[in-house]
């Protein structure tokens, strides 16, 4: 048993709770094992046991982080009312994960850019869910209702993360050009610009 009594799994359950509320309040870049390990109460030794470096620690808090930007995503697509011709309803499905995506950024904008943080680690598991595996079966479910051509199946991925994920960065960013006037514009009316635009790149 490590030092403050935590059993080996509970411990490492334990790092992840406490680097994900430093993610929250401070940021990714606050983030170092030493320092998890002394606000929980263990050695340095025993949290390197379970994250031999920083990298091993980002890339779990990425892995939870990306989980749950794919929750919300289902959950926001389960939402959406079963009435209406199937294709239609495909489609709304769509544009349900695609706003739920970027307001996910708008909301928990840590936990965005946590998500997304690089690593030089794979992740420690499968993402289960997962958001790209959400975007698929969105459009795989919309080439099948007839709503897109089944040829677009293969790049409308892409195509749609690109604009949904493009978005989410400028807007948690802040980087929009102070000379192209969408600061006025207003959140939504640019996400519903940019759902618009990809539907109908996929048509």
Same mark, same amino acid.
């Given at each position: 048993?490590?030092?403050?009594?935590?059993?080996?799994?509970?411990?490492?359950?334990?790092?992840?709770?406490?680097?994900?509320?430093?993610?929250?309040?401070?940021?990714?870049?606050?983030?170092?094992?030493r320092?998890?390990?002394?606000?929980?109460?263990?050695?340095?030794?025993?949290?390197?046991?379970?994250?031999?470096?920083?990298?091993?620690?980002?890339?779990?808090?990425?892995?939870?982080?990306?989980?749950?930007?794919a929750?919300?995503?289902?959950?926001?697509?389960d939402?959406?009312?079963?009435?209406?011709?199937?294709? &239609?309803?495909?489609?709304?499905?769509? @544009? =349900?994960?695609?706003? *739920?995506? %970027?307001?996910?950024?708008? +909301?928990?904008? #840590?936990?965005?850019e946590?998500?997304?943080?690089?690593?030089?680690?794979?992740?420690?598991?499968?993402?289960?869910?997962?958001?790209?595996?959400?975007?698929?079966?969105?459009?795989?479910?919309?080439?099948?209702?007839?709503?897109?051509?089944?040829?677009?199946s293969?790049?409308?991925?892409?195509?749609?993360?690109?604009?949904?994920?493009?978005?989410?960065?400028?807007?948690?960013?802040s980087?929009l050009?102070?000379?192209? &006037?969408?600061?006025?514009?207003?959140? @939504? =009316?640019?996400?519903? *610009?940019? %759902?618009?635009?990809?539907? +109908?790149?996929? #048509?």
């Amino acid at each position: 048993m490590a030092k403050g009594g935590y059993h080996h799994g509970d411990l490492e359950a334990a790092l992840v709770d406490s680097a994900m509320q430093v993610v929250l309040s401070d940021g990714v870049g606050a983030l170092t094992v030493r320092d998890l390990a002394r606000t929980i109460g263990v050695s340095p030794s025993a949290a390197y046991r379970h994250f031999p470096s920083r990298d091993h620690l980002v890339a779990a808090l990425s892995l939870r982080a990306r989980e749950e930007l794919a929750r919300s995503m289902l959950a926001a697509r389960d939402a959406v009312p079963a009435t209406g011709p199937k294709a &239609g309803r495909s489609v709304r499905r769509f @544009e =349900a994960i695609g706003r *739920a995506y %970027i307001r996910f950024a708008l +909301r928990q904008p #840590r936990l965005f850019e946590v998500a997304f943080a690089p690593s030089s680690v794979p992740p420690p598991a499968p993402e289960h869910p997962s958001a790209w595996g959400v975007l698929v079966d969105a459009i795989d479910e919309m080439a099948a209702m007839g709503a897109i051509p089944a040829a677009r199946s293969a790049d409308a991925p892409l195509v749609a993360w690109a604009g949904v994920h493009g978005l989410s960065t400028i807007l948690t960013a802040s980087k929009l050009p102070s000379e192209s &006037g969408l600061h006025h514009s207003g959140d @939504e =009316a640019m996400i519903d *610009a940019v %759902i618009d635009a990809v539907i +109908r790149s996929l #048509r």
